[in-house]
Structure formats: C-alpha cells, structure tokens
C-alpha cells in the first residue's frame, strides 16, 4: 500500500497542517496505554501513524476545517485495528474540541460493541489524567464527560434514532447483515462541522453486502482520489495473483507482522489451511485480506485448474453419459451438465447454461457483471424474457442430449413437473428419468468422489468459466455422521452448474448396481 502522506499534496482547496497531524499522533504515547495484547504506552505503528496524521492534518483552506470526514479501512486480524479505533473514538470524545460530542462504537453485535467499549474504558482507567474527565458507565457500555459522551451500540439492539453524532467507529463491517445501522448513524451527521464516521474491517465475502459497495467505493477512490476528495481509503491486502502461502504476502498484507502478529503462527495457520478442506478461504479472507467467494470454499481450486483437459464435446459424439439437471428459479441459472465415465474410473463432464435475457440485468453488483460477461462471451444461453420458457428448455436439451448415449438423467424435483414430460414427449424413456432429493444421501458420494478425483486428476472438464466460478462459490454442509452436500453457506453466489454435475456423477458411480440402489432410502434417487 502507498503511505497515504505521499498520496495526496497540497492543492488551492486543501492543505496539510502539521501541528494539528502531530498532535494527534501525540496524543496516543502520552495519554493511552495498552491495555489488550501489548503492554505499555500506545506507541502508533507506522501504518496507524500514517492514519491517524493524513485524517487529522489535512484541512480546507477555506474554513479550516478537517478535509477527511469519512474512511474505510480493511486490515487483516490482530492488527491492532480495534485498538486504533478504540484510540481515535477518545481523541474524537476528549481532544477534538466539538460541543456535546457524541461518538459511537457500532458494529453488528453486542458482544463486538463491547470490546471496543472495553478497550477504550481501561485506556481511559489506566490514565489518571483520563480518569477524571470520564465516567465508566460499565451496564450500560458508556463513557460520560462534561461535554459529551461515548456509547456502544449494536444491530441487535435495534433502529438508532434520533442521534447527532460527532464520530462513529464502525468495526467489522463486513458482519453487517444489512444496511440499517450503517444508514441510520449516515443521516445523523448534518448538524456536526467535522464529523468522521470511520469503519475497519477486515475482508468478507458477501457480495450484496454493505461492506463490500464500500469496499468497491473504497478501491474506487484509491485509484482517483478526485472522486471524493473527503474519503479516505485504507486497505491492506493481497494481490489475488499471489502466492498466499509465501511470507512475503504476508508481509505485505499485514502491517503489524512481527509486532501484534507473530510469524510462527501465520505459519501454523497456513499449513493447517493447506492441509485441511474448506480452511483455505478463511486463511485468505482474515490474514490477507483478500475477499474470496464464498466463507469457506471445500473445493481447492488450484487442484480444478490442474484438471482442466484439451477436449471438445465432439470428442465424445456418441459415448455413454449421464446428465444432471438443476432448473432455474426465477433469477437463477438453469444448469445441465453431462459426466462421461473415462478409463481409469473417473469423469470428464461438460456444462451448458440458461439464463433468461431480462434477469441478467436484475442481478447485482458483481453477481451481475459475471453473468452479463459470460453471456457475452457465449458461455451462458440466454432466452428471450424474464422467465424461461420450458418448450425452448426442452427443445435446446433435447437437442444436446440427442447426440449422446444418456444412460439416466438426473433432476431436483422442485419445479420440474412440465420439463420433464415435456422431455418425455421428445422422446427421452421415463425411465431414463431420476429424480433425486437434494440430501446428504444423494450428494454424499459424488461429492466426496470429486474431491478425491481432483487431487489424483481423474476429473476432467474443458475449462468452462461459469462452472469454475460455480466451483469457487461451494461451501458446504455435514451432517452429524460425516456426510457432505454442496451449499453456498452465507454467499449470494450460484453454484447450480455444481449441484447438476454431482447428480450426473451420482447416478454414474451407481450405474450397474442393482436397481435397488435407485430407490429414496439407499442412494437418494427416485424412479419415476
């Protein structure tokens, strides 16, 4: 990251002034101590110096007042973020000079809220000069001076109303599970001079969050500071082509290694990611900062890239498969993808995609650009309308499956009444049909087979990019005895391409087995 110091210069409407920048770095060292993790006086490190300096010294020419009023901060844990912002909320309440100041520590729930509180009050306690300008008001998480005060809240404690804030220090912003909160302390600020609503984060994944609009405005005004000139981005991140398990992306997304954060345990943290499914995003998300798809994603990803194979669908004109079919909700992607049985006891699979035109465009933030993109680019099917009609379905599946010898075609049953007699009436045997429940017992097997397939490369695909995003959205589920199914957790994400692939690959592993096996209570597939 750039020292935010030597990002900006000195222009007819802004300029920087170093007593007012110095004085609030001084304030740390000579009136806080460390009260959490570290011992001693609160001696800002560089990354939290160049904070503290460019929000507090740059000012309007004009009127003399702060320039920055707003900043987003994302850091990777332990840090030191709480603890900065437990600082700057004290500097806002007892230096900054502002009549019957109200400053907030808001974060999603009451427990966060009150770690902020916790830091600050014993910063406050270990300082006699502190102590007798504020109050601890433990029960009620607040701190009370002469002219003003401090006050933890929560988005479980309901709507905010009626506030005039001077500061908000919103911590981890990316568990905000809406926008509530964050829009109520927003339309508080009009009567404040210089009010500064500060959130530090470290990253997530949700992207129809709050968090990351804010991120993306944040990365947005990093490249162009001139598209608000009084909000000040600080991320802390890696690059999403680097190598994460190399120390020196550790380095540079962690501003404090070697300090707050040891080194020894990004290592035992990094090695057991390596080693365990589904701990890798976790990794990625809290020690480097790197937004990924999905909370935690089972599917190791570098191990998809290594099966992706040199071949067509032509290749295959005329060979045994089988076809899963995940239909679409009104928005969502319909999904049919064919796994064909490869010497060696593994699957070669090839998807197709539908969308409806109109919906595209419905879709939002990311989601959308990803879709529109893929559609573009001929990788997703669009129908004309907002919802598919299942005769064009129908004729455009029937069509693909023609060229194949499909041995059973698999389908979650929800919604799937007229597609599949409108297949049958195609042509394609009621008995190839299988409806399968979407449960452990139907998705347990092909899942655990596909994670066994990629590390000794016995899957293959042709490099498809939707079912590749698909396969980075997939978190999971496990039932008390160990079974798995696909899930996409917490994300808005899609993952229907994966869900149509594990039913093909199911009926395949359980193709010539006896016909028992296709009944509800063994394998989890349905004749019909």
Not at 15 to 36: G, M, S, T
Not at 331 to 360: C, H, K
Not at 381 to 401: A, C, K, S
């Amino acid at each position: 990251m750039t020292r935010l110091k030597n990002r900006y210069s000195e222009s007819p409407k802004w300029e920087f002034d170093p007593d007012e920048a110095a004085r609030a770095v001084k304030f740390f060292p000579l009136c806080l101590n460390h009260v959490k993790g570290m011992s001693g006086k609160f001696e800002l490190q560089p990354w939290q110096e160049d904070i503290v300096s460019t929000l507090f010294g740059w000012k309007s020419k004009e009127t003399g007042l702060r320039r920055f009023t707003r900043c987003y901060c994302e850091v990777p844990r332990k840090n030191g973020k709480t603890t900065l912002a437990a600082g700057i909320m004290l500097y806002m309440l007892l230096v900054d000079r502002e009549p019957g100041a109200e400053v907030y520590a808001a974060a999603t729930t009451r427990e966060q809220a009150g770690l902020i509180y916790e830091i600050a009050a014993d910063m406050v306690s270990a300082s006699p000069a502190l102590s007798k300008r504020c109050k601890r008001l433990d029960s009620r998480k607040r701190l009370v001076t002469d002219n003003g005060y401090f006050q933890a809240c929560s988005s479980q404690a309901g709507p905010i109303h009626g506030t005039n804030p001077h500061c908000v220090i919103f911590d981890e912003l990316h568990e905000q599970k809406d926008g509530k909160l964050w829009e109520a302390f927003q339309t508080g600020f009009g009567a404040r001079s210089q009010p500064l609503f500060f959130s530090i984060t470290t990253a997530g994944f949700d992207r129809s969050s709050i968090c990351w609009r804010q991120h993306q405005y944040a990365k947005a005004v990093e490249e162009n500071p001139e598209l608000d000139e009084q909000f000040l981005p600080a991320l802390f991140h890696a690059d999403e082509e680097d190598d994460w398990t190399a120390e020196s992306t550790w380095e540079k997304a962690n501003p404090c290694l070697d300090v707050s954060l040891k080194r020894e345990f990004l290592r035992s943290e990094c090695a057991r990611a390596q080693e365990i499914p589904g701990t890798e995003n976790s990794f990625r998300r809290l020690h480097l900062n790197q937004w990924t798809e999905q909370d935690t994603r089972i599917i190791p990803m570098h191990a998809w890239d290594e099966c992706e194979t040199e071949m067509t669908i032509d290749d295959f004109e005329g060979e045994e498969c089988f076809a899963g079919l995940d239909l679409a909700s009104t928005r969502d992607v319909t999904a049919l993808v064919l796994s064909f049985p490869t010497d060696g006891g593994g699957a070669a699979v090839f998807p197709y995609f539908w969308i409806p035109e109109y919906n595209i465009d419905q879709r939002s933030g990311q989601d959308q650009r990803l879709v529109r993109q893929f559609a573009d680019m001929g990788h997703i099917r669009t129908t004309p309308g907002n919802v598919i009609d299942d005769q064009w379905l129908v004729n455009d599946i029937y069509e693909i499956m023609d060229r194949f010898s499909v041995r059973y075609l698999g389908f979650d049953g929800w919604r799937a009444d007229t597609p599949i007699q409108l297949l049958h009436k195609e042509g394609i045997p009621l008995e190839v049909m299988r409806k399968m429940p979407q449960t452990f017992s139907t998705y347990n097997e092909p899942f655990q087979k596909l994670l066994s397939w990629l590390i000794d490369g016995s899957f293959k695909h042709d490099g498809n990019k939707v079912l590749r995003w698909m396969a980075s959205n997939v978190a999971h589920k496990e039932d008390p005895s160990g079974n798995i199914r696909p899930d996409k957790g917490r994300s808005a994400e899609k993952i229907d391409g994966i869900s149509a692939m594990l039913m093909a690959m199911g009926l395949q592993l359980h193709y010539g087995s006896d016909e028992g096996a296709y009944t509800s209570g063994n394998s989890g597939v349905i004749l019909i």
